[in-house]
């Protein structure tokens, strides 16, 4: 491997060898770096012929001759939105519909990852704990690999993604509380069966994956960045893979622009971020009682929020919380209007930018990019849709 691993807090240096978790002096998320990478422009003409988000692979987590474990993951459509333009008033404003990955949601990115190098370095057996719909990707991906996952879920978890889980072959432990009660119940099972735990930046390549949506951002606005994105934040591995991303780009001086403002979205039912944010604080308290539709949006205590607090004061943004009501509404506007299938999570989003706007902290002629980071119709059932059939 040409790569190792830094301490995202206290910058210690390690070797990326076997299966690699957080950090072993501070125990907070790991970073990949890649001293000895080349980014050629020949490269970054190249790119643009491959397909999938393993065709930037001169920034990816991956040897020479290793083939990714991959459903078609990436590629997903940048999509400007002239309908709610108009309705909302702004001017540049574009959606990243990640809802088109395989299982539905932006989760395969950082699943197609980790498993790419947990099974390269061996391991056969996983568990995740999850608000949903990275327990449908771990399945899928685990199916893939021809490896076993137990995935421990709410109770409470929307029951289309229950079922994609089990239809996937995995294991689902179903408990009472959130997806931090998960995350217990996954480690304990980790250590008495030896299943590799791939929670949340508790390995570091699911930011490697989630990286790929800024690759990606960055390739279909012909290597510009836009001035503004919307990011539904749970555990944040698609902020910081983003951030870590255009970083990387600007090094290799594949991208000039300047970092765009980060704003995260959470709903007012789960802000332990906005909260950090608005008091000043360098870390997040975990939420009490965290609840919201958008279950993706349901972790109460997220290992990474240091470092997105720092992306997001360095970066000029913010942090806005939604609530349910309006992130649903925004949601159905958004599907009506455009075509695209809005999850709650992108349904916040949404809302975030129209909330930004008339604060002042987003101009209507920005360019803002809106994240829906998995499909509508992983949260409905047909009964929800259609009510009782007659
Ligand atoms: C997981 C998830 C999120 C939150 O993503 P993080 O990278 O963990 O912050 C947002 N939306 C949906 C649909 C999700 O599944």
Known sequence: MDWHLECSDCGLIASADGLPSVCTACGRPWLVRYPERVHSTIERAEVRRRHGMWRYRSFMPLGVNEEPISLGEGDTPLLRLPRLERQLGFSNLWVKDEATNPTGAFKARGLSAALTRAVAAGATRFTIPTAGNAGVASAAYAARAGAQVRVYAPRTTPRTILS?????????????????????????????????????LREPYRIEGKKTLGLELALQFGWELPDAILYPTGGGTGLIGMWKAFLELREAGWVTSPMPRFYTVQSTGCAPMVRAFDSGADSAEPWADPWTIASGLRVPGPLGDKLMLRILRESGGGAVAVTDEVMAELAATGTRAEGVDWSPEGGAALAAAVMLRDRGEIAASDRVVVFNTGAGWLYRTPEDLLGPIV
């Open 164 to 200: 994609q889980i089990t239809a996937f072959g995995a294991e689902l432990v179903l408990l009472d509380g959130h997806i931090g009660d998960c995350g217990k119940a996954s480690r304990a099972y980790a250590a008495e069966s030896g299943a590799m735990d791939l929670s949340t």
